[in-house]
């Protein structure tokens, strides 16, 4: 694969000895195999990696930078010198992949224009509402239909007043907290995306990426609001990339552009690149998933850090139960994508608002 250092890929010094580079590719065959979570082309590249670097020929042809020629054309010149630009690739633009619907479990269980329901209720739920006065014209109808004595019938017109004062007080309930609701959704509900600013600096690349992914799969969720571009509380920075909340979960997403490698997560948030720690990059989530969980009691609050490569590469990672998570396009759609979709067309106001007072203004 272009562009792939054996010595990046495997973790170790160019001057590594032989027991040092095959300490290292055992240590990565554990995680990068098919059978752990790995794909079969990386862990191909891993073997083609140890197998080159452990043989002393292979090795120095390797470090030569291959077969030489007395004079090596500018092209060859060139690809020499791209072969040992191992750091990020200015000139690399990260894409999006190409999804397939099959591949996205969740896709076909959505229906994308369910009826929403809103968080917390304000007064009965329409169909308890409907069954009670459904069971009131029944005893009306049983009253009239049979002949009483006067004791049943002075019974039947007790509860019959009572149980039409209790269903007069639901349905007035119920008439103001349809129009609350029919309220919220004309001021907020004529969007599911807040913040998104539009900018074409390459620098926010994978910021734009990640709007784009929300935009083309998460709100196919009904529920699904989008937010780009939060703050922490008392702060007036950018602190989050990205939410997306559906009900009463809550994902944080921070953007990152990095070096193409297996990415994994500890207990602790600590990332971790191709089985060494990662040093390439930081990210703030695992402090950020406690602030919002303080913020907002009740809602359940997970981290995602969506990993774009910088150069020519793959990005690959596996599926975690951490609280704080690497991941791929890919596998942020697929997992949290089904992780929302457990309640597809709910909205939790207060939860909604909040996040909405935390978005940094363009």
């Known amino acids: 694969m272009r562009g792939v250092d054996y010595y990046e890929l495997l973790g170790v010094h160019r001057d590594a ?28 590249l891993l073997q083609e990696a140890y197998e080159t670097l452990n043989d002393p020929v292979r090795r120095a042809h390797y470090d030569g ?17 791209r072969r040992r630009n191992f750091g990020d690739d200015p000139n690399y633009v990260p894409r999006l992949p190409r999804l397939r ?10 229906d994308p224009d369910a009826r929403i329901r809103y968080l917390p209720m304000t007064g ?25 004595t006067a004791a049943l019938l002075a019974g039947w017109l007790a509860l019959l007043v009572a149980a039409g004062a ?15 609701d029919r309220s919220f959704a004309a001021e907020y509900d004529s969007s599911k995306i807040y913040g998104l600013r539009g900018s074409t600096d390459p620098e926010e690349r994978a910021q734009q990426l990640t709007a784009e992914l929300c935009a083309k799969y998460l709100t196919r969720l009904p529920g699904v609001r989008v937010f780009h571009g939060l703050a922490w509380p008392d702060s007036v920075f950018q602190d989050v990339d990205h939410a997306v909340l559906c009900g ?28 060494h720690p990662f040093r390439g990059g930081a990210t703030r989530l695992v ?20 990993i774009y490569p ?53």
Request: glycine content about 10%.
């Open 287 to 306: 402090e950020g998933v406690e602030v919002f969980e303080d913020l907002l009691p009740g809602v359940e609050v997970r981290g995602a850090v969506l």
């Open 248 to 275: 009463r979960r809550l994902v944080l997403v921070e953007s990152k552009t990095w070096l193409p490698g297996h990415y994994t997560a500890d207990e602790e948030g600590t990332l971790w690149r191709n089985g």
């Open 65 to 81: 930078g291959g077969e030489q020629e007395q004079q090596p054309s500018r092209s060859q010149s060139a690809a020499r010198r």
């Open 124 to 148: 009965p739920e329409r169909a308890p509402t409907l069954a009670l006065v459904g069971g009131w014209s029944l005893l009306l109808l049983a009253g009239l239909a049979v002949e009483l």
């Open 17 to 44: 000895t032989a027991s040092e580079i095959k300490s290292a590719y055992r240590t990565l065959a554990r995680t990068m195999h098919p059978d752990v979570g790995g794909t079969a082309g990386t862990f191909r």
């Open 101 to 110: 619907l099959d591949d996205i479990a969740w896709w076909d269980g959505i």
């Open 310 to 362: 910088s150069r020519s590469g793959e990005v690959t990672t596996v599926e975690q139960d951490e609280q704080v998570s690497p991941m791929t396009p890919g596998q942020f759609v697929r997992e949290i994508g089904s992780w929302l979709a457990q309640d597809p067309a709910t909205v939790d106001r207060e939860a909604f608002t909040t996040l909405l007072d935390q978005v940094i203004a363009d």
């Open 166 to 180: 209790v269903i007069l007080v639901l349905l007035r309930r119920h008439i103001r907290a349809h129009r609350a």
